[in-house]
């Protein structure tokens, strides 16, 4: 009897084991499973998400470089001269005397010197040697409101030039700069000139180099004044002091007008753009998403938002200023837009850097795609609904550092082909068929 019962309970098992291998009760059909997640790719024109476009000009002054600026006739219209103040003379200087030894000498006399020019070789716009031309200023004049007419213009002083473009000045000399042949330029100096720069307390004080040069523009890194000292101590030695630039600035014309319907960044002084965005709640499309969803429109939760960036189409802006060397973007969120043009800005949404765009891109290369990605300002947008359908931002475009160059980057506007658009790249699961 305990034979037969074995043989019964294991015939049991074999018949329950095929069962199973027909059905499993605890294996789900594939069909209900949840399917992948949809990766998608969207576009949004200018009209469905930004509008009230503005172009501001004014932020920051050329002497805020510490460069100058020399042009001629450059692209036709450019022209620009450098100014500079040097800073008071040495008093003293340690020199060795005629037995040898080294000591402290206060009287110094200056005979002669010259006024030496760094040019950047890589920020020039040349074809080959260029005349400059070096003159002293006659008007009293103001580094940080001078203008190609205007010497001073302060609250309570306009003081225009007696001619426009720092003039007149009383000519010292001129010189020819090859860039094949090194970074520097340099005009002699006689006694009767180095003498009158030693007065501090005269504000027509400084030098206006000019480019005699047509069609050329170029960038002045720093200019340097070397005195030639003979020291009362040792009068058979001539000894060569060197004296910085106490300021410099530059003064420019024609100064570039707003674009008609464009964006505008850099400059000096700087260019900002300003825009509203409003980032849809719902999207209706493309047809790709609305498939995988079960329809549209869907709505956009901030953390199916993996990236959003404004994409802009690079512009070949006016030749006399373009770029010659990378532009930094930013973009930062207008706190208060009815305070322009001086409405405090939020951080950067773009890093330390920005977003840098090489020169080519407004020129040779221009219509090329430069995205500048504001996902964590698009994902903020998304969640700060409080109850209000598609809230408004405003976003200002502009340099990373205001001034930088007399060079601005331009992009195509809103209003065909090449206008700005929104790419948005989203993560979504797809819809499930229910038994």
Known sequence: MHRTLVISLFGLISVGMAACQEESPTTLDADLLPKE????????????????????????????????VVANAFAGILD???????????????VRDTTGTTRPDSSLTFVGGRVVAFLDTIASITSGPVTLGLGAIQTRWDKRTVTWVAAVDTLNDLTPWPQPG????????????????????????????????????DASRGARIELLTENTRLQVSRVVLRLDTRPSSNPDTLVVLSVQRDEISFVYDPFPEPPANGIRIGGVPAWRTVLNVKIPTHL???????????????ELEPLQLNYAAITLKSAR??????????????????????????????????????????????????????EIPITAFVRNLLRDQDGVA?????????????????????????????GPVLRLIVTVGRAMELP
């Open 37 to 68: 997640p949809i990766t998608i790719e969207i576009e949004l024109p200018w009209e469905d998400f930004a509008s009230d476009l503005e172009v501001f000009g004014g932020y920051g002054a050329p002497w805020e470089l510490g460069t100058g």
């Open 80 to 94: 620009a001269r450098t100014l500079v103040r040097f800073a008071a003379y040495p008093s003293v200087h340690q």
């Open 166 to 201: 720092a003039g007149p000045v009383n000519s010292i000399g001129t010189t020819v700069w090859d860039p094949a042949e090194g970074d520097s330029a340099w005009f002699e100096l006689d006694s009767v000139q180095v003498e009158a720069w030693a007065d501090t307390a």
């Open 284 to 298: 209706d499309g493309p047809a790709e998403l609305c498939v995988a969803v079960g329809g549209c429109p869907m």
């Open 317 to 370: 802006g006016e030749q006399a200023f373009q770029p010659t060397d990378s532009v930094g973007l930013d973009v930062r969120q207008v706190l208060r837009r009815d305070a322009l043009p001086k409405a405090p800005l939020g951080e950067s949404l773009t890093g330390l850097l920005g977003q840098r765009v090489g020169p080519d891109a407004f020129g040779v290369h221009a219509g090329t795609d430069i």
């Open 390 to 418: 598609n809230p408004t931002k405003t976003l200002a475009l502009l340099s990373v550092f205001e001034p930088i160059s007399i060079a601005y980057a331009s992009f195509h506007g809103p209003g065909d082909e090449n």
